[in-house]
């Protein structure tokens, strides 16, 4: 599974987010627009007291199999999970287990 284009785990990620409430956000091109170290993805629901599901964000990473985050985005994500971001790297094997839908349920299911 690549990680863009149709059927790629980008649109997966996104379709998943999407059905759970999310409003997600691509970091296109991050190289040419001067934010290469972001994760790929930024996904936020909305907390209104009203909702079932509380509000939550999160930026994602994604990545083929066997291939690590760069230097630099390794240092963004855990700069981001130090001020208390949440920050995933995903990879196709992260959607076949199941892990990917978990992870984006989160709360709602404790």
Same mark, same amino acid.
Do not use: C
């Given at each position: 599974?690549?990680?863009?284009?149709?059927?790629?785990?980008?649109?997966? $990620?996104? =379709?998943?987010?999407?059905?759970?409430? @999310? #409003?997600?956000?691509?970091? /296109?091109?991050?190289?040419?627009?001067?934010?290469?170290?972001?994760?790929?993805?930024?996904?936020?629901?909305?907390?209104?007291?009203?909702?079932?599901?509380?509000?939550?964000?999160?930026?994602? #990473?994604?990545? /083929? #199999?066997?291939?690590?985050?760069?230097?630099?985005?390794?240092?963004?994500?855990? =700069?981001?999970?130090?001020?208390? =971001?949440? $920050? @995933?790297?995903?990879?196709?094997?992260?959607?076949?287990?199941?892990?990917?839908?978990?992870?984006?349920?989160? /709360?709602?299911?404790?």
């Amino acid at each position: 599974m690549k990680e863009e284009g149709p059927g790629g785990l980008r649109e997966a $990620v996104e =379709l998943l987010a999407h059905q759970l409430g @999310y #409003e997600t956000r691509h970091i /296109r091109d991050s190289r040419r627009q001067n934010v290469s170290d972001l994760p790929d993805l930024f996904l936020i629901r909305d907390g209104h007291p009203g909702r079932a599901m509380p509000g939550r964000a999160m930026w994602i #990473e994604l990545k /083929r #199999e066997g291939k690590l985050p760069t230097p630099g985005q390794m240092s963004m994500m855990r =700069l981001m999970g130090r001020a208390g =971001l949440e $920050v @995933y790297v995903f990879r196709p094997s992260d959607l076949f287990a199941g892990t990917i839908l978990a992870i984006l349920r989160g /709360r709602e299911e404790q």
